[in-house]
């Protein structure tokens, strides 16, 4: 700094100083951002790859190479294939229906004249709220005896819900689940979660995208003959809406790649009734935190950081084709 | 409205369902443990009073107490004397069940510390985020020099990187360095926002370059230019970013949880309540909730005065 302004201070000698002292400048801007870009994303993005080949543990000083055995698990283990699983089904669950129902709540609340405000700001709370505490809340909700949800369905019994559902006339006679400790239901309710916290982060997204649609277009479509509104929506909301559909769709399956929460607060050991919800991040912190197995650890590091980037990459190639779909 | 009814209906069941837990959540914070267990009370539960028996029980007199006691209780024999004392006690430790969950909440952990954690360790975050990545940012949009291009495209190849993903290894390098269950580890991965220096750039690319050569005219030196002339301009960049950081960071739970064990003192407030939780028996609910609560209630007050800003910071810093 003292530097620069000494260098700033002497008389200017033409075109050449002023552009090798910005030069300079510029690089003691940027010079912070670089370094820190360095050392905090990555240098641990390599040490993670070196990692991944080694059986490294925590207050060892030695290790070995162990080639691609670490890898050779993943794809073996009958864990990580649960792994895997619980990880897909969750984000192949949360990504479609959280982005389905974010443009679908910003249609509607588009639609409206009324309470447009009110709808988005309850819509838009989760976003807000920390995630760890309402898992906490969503626990009781959903606990076996005293829960709301339990209480609320069977209220539906003796009802005619009991004759028309079957999983209704089910939980009346033998008992409505026990959701967190059933491993057919642990990854939905996890997923429901997930879809209930996301969705209104896509609504605002797509609200957005919506402004910016033109009207006249509607108009276009219209003397074109595309009468019913589904028409109106197929030919020109949607493909207009394409740009900010490719970026709720990255933003949510990276997001939903990363979930641990709601899994660690609900099953902190061991990540769910058989596994159901043993998601990556899950593993990532089991194994190389709390077991020290850091060579396990840093292979699903990596395996996760492969799907981020392709999953990015495939954006970015979208966004630059300019893709429309429709 | 009358044609939009459905429409209207549709979302109303969305925001019930939405609305649920936190109504739970607030709900559960004002009643007793038996309203609780019997699902009674409605919203507000009734509020009648209620004994806290773990006040009682620590208040059981002992045989010197009774004794010192003996000029309050007049020829009174010492049971009668005990059952006396354990009554006032009964009395002292009656309140309503609001009052007992909320002083629960602040009494049975330290939640005042957790949440001066959570704000020191978010304000520095950003605070240090601002001061790296605003100069970065000023000089990839606005400076010719040698390898701007390359640091561009460092700037987006790392944003492809989610720090919760490259978690294990900083974790493993904190630890080399003896840094686990401090301050720095809460705060030092998060110090390099590549986002906000995305974010930044783009906003001062639509400063006209003619506001910094005049502030170059009037002798101001780069560094001057970025804090004096760049950041007032660019407020409202500026607001956003803090939002979609400081709710980052507020609600983290993943990294805290890896770096911070056992040492209660550095406890961030989902950490503190996640302590909570683990400890908790059954009758717990109530104070439970009212951490939560206490822990969600600053974001979302917050959220509800500014909603505009803060639905503009969130999308804006969406759509990059």
New interface residues.
């Given amino acids: ?1 003292a530097e ?2 000494s260098t ?1 201070a002497k008389p200017q000698s033409g075109e050449q100083d002023a ?1 090798r002292r ?2 300079r ?6 010079l ?3 370094l ?2 360095g050392v ?6 390599a ?2 790859a070196v ?1 991944s080949f080694t059986d490294f543990s ?1 207050g060892n000083d030695s290790f070995n190479w162990v080639g691609f055995k670490n890898y050779d698990r993943l794809f073996t283990r009958s864990t990580y294939a649960k792994m895997f699983v619980a990880t897909f089904t969750y984000v192949v669950t949360v990504v479609p229906i959280s982005v389905g ?1 974010g443009l679908g ?1 910003a249609l ?2 588009q ?5 447009r ?18 898992a ?3 626990e ?2 959903l606990h076996p005896s ?1 829960g ?1 949800i339990n ?1 609320t369905l069977e209220l539906g019994c003796g009802t005619v819900l009991e004759h028309i559902w079957p999983f209704m006339a089910n939980g009346c006679v033998q008992g409505f689940p026990v959701w967190l400790g059933d491993k057919r239901y642990a990854i939905w309710v996890i997923s429901f979660i997930g879809i ?1 916290q996301g969705f ?2 896509n609504m ?2 797509y ?2 995208g919506l402004t910016g649609v033109h009207r006249e277009l509607y108009h276009a479509a219209e003397m074109d003959g595309a009468k019913s509104g589904w028409e109106r929506f197929r030919l020109v909301t949607w493909p207009a809406l394409g740009p ?1 559909t490719v ?1 709720v769709v990255t ?1 949510s399956c ?1 997001r939903a790649f ?1 979930v ?2 709601t899994v ?2 609900f099953w ?1 050991q061991g990540g769910g009734p058989n596994k159901s919800t043993y998601v990556m ?1 899950f593993a ?2 089991e194994k ?2 709390q077991q020290n197995l ?1 060579g396990a ?2 292979s699903i ?1 990596v395996m ?2 492969v799907f ?2 392709i999953l ?2 495939i954006q970015r190639w979208l966004v630059e084709r300019k893709v429309h779909y429709g | 409205m009358t044609h939009d009814w459905w429409k209207h209906l549709i979302l109303t069941l969305g925001a019930l369902i939405v609305i649920a837990p936190f109504y739970m959540m607030v709900s559960y914070s004002f009643k007793s443990p038996g309203e609780i267990d019997r699902g009674e009370g409605g919203f507000f539960g009734r509020q009648e009073l209620m004994v806290d028996e773990r006040c009682v029980q620590l208040r059981d007199p002992n045989r010197d107490e009774i004794t010192t006691a003996r000029t309050r209780f007049p020829n009174q024999t010492d049971r009668q004397i005990h059952t006396a004392m354990v009554a006032e006690a009964t009395v002292d430790c009656s309140m309503r069940p609001v009052v007992f969950n909320y002083s629960k909440a602040f009494t049975e952990a330290p939640l005042l510390r957790y949440l001066l954690n959570g704000v020191i360790v978010t304000a520095s975050i950003f605070f240090i985020q601002v001061l790296v990545a605003v100069p970065a940012a000023y000089a990839l949009a606005k400076l010719k020099f040698w390898g701007r291009e390359a640091v561009f495209s460092l700037v987006l190849f790392c944003l492809l990187i989610p720090v919760h993903a490259i978690a294990l290894p900083l974790y493993i390098m904190l630890a080399k360095l003896g840094l686990t269950n401090t301050y720095a580890a809460l705060v030092v991965p998060w110090t390099i926002s590549v986002f906000g220096i995305f974010l930044m750039r783009q906003f001062f690319m639509t400063v006209p370059d003619d506001l910094i050569d005049a502030a170059r005219m009037d002798g101001m030196g780069e560094f001057a230019i970025v804090w004096r002339v760049m950041l007032p301009t660019a407020i409202p960049a500026l607001l956003a970013f803090a939002i979609f950081s400081i709710v980052a960071h507020w609600n983290d739970y993943f990294w805290p949880r890896i770096v911070v064990t056992g040492n209660r003192d550095l406890f961030t407030p989902p950490l503190g309540l996640r302590e909570f939780k683990g400890d908790g028996d059954g009758s717990f609910f109530g104070p439970m909730m009212a951490t939560a609560t206490v822990i969600v209630m600053p974001l979302i007050v917050a959220f509800l005065l500014a909603q505009k800003r803060f639905i503009e910071g969130i999308t804006l810093s969406g759509m990059k």
């Fill in positions: 700094m620069l302004t700033l552009a910005q030069r400048a510029a690089w003691a801007l940027t912070p951002a670089v820190l870009m905090i994303l990555l240098v641990p993005v040490v993670a990692l925590l129902l709540a509607l609340i639609s409206i004249t009324h309470l405000e009110v709808y988005k700001t309850i819509y838009f709370l989760p976003v807000m709220a920390t995630l760890l505490a309402m906490i809340a969503w009781f909700m005293i709301m209480r209930w209104g982060f605002v997204l609200l957005a900010t970026f933003i990276i990363q641990f929460d660690e607060a902190p991040m990532i912190f190389g935190v850091i650890g840093a590091t996760f950081l981020v980037m990015t990459l």
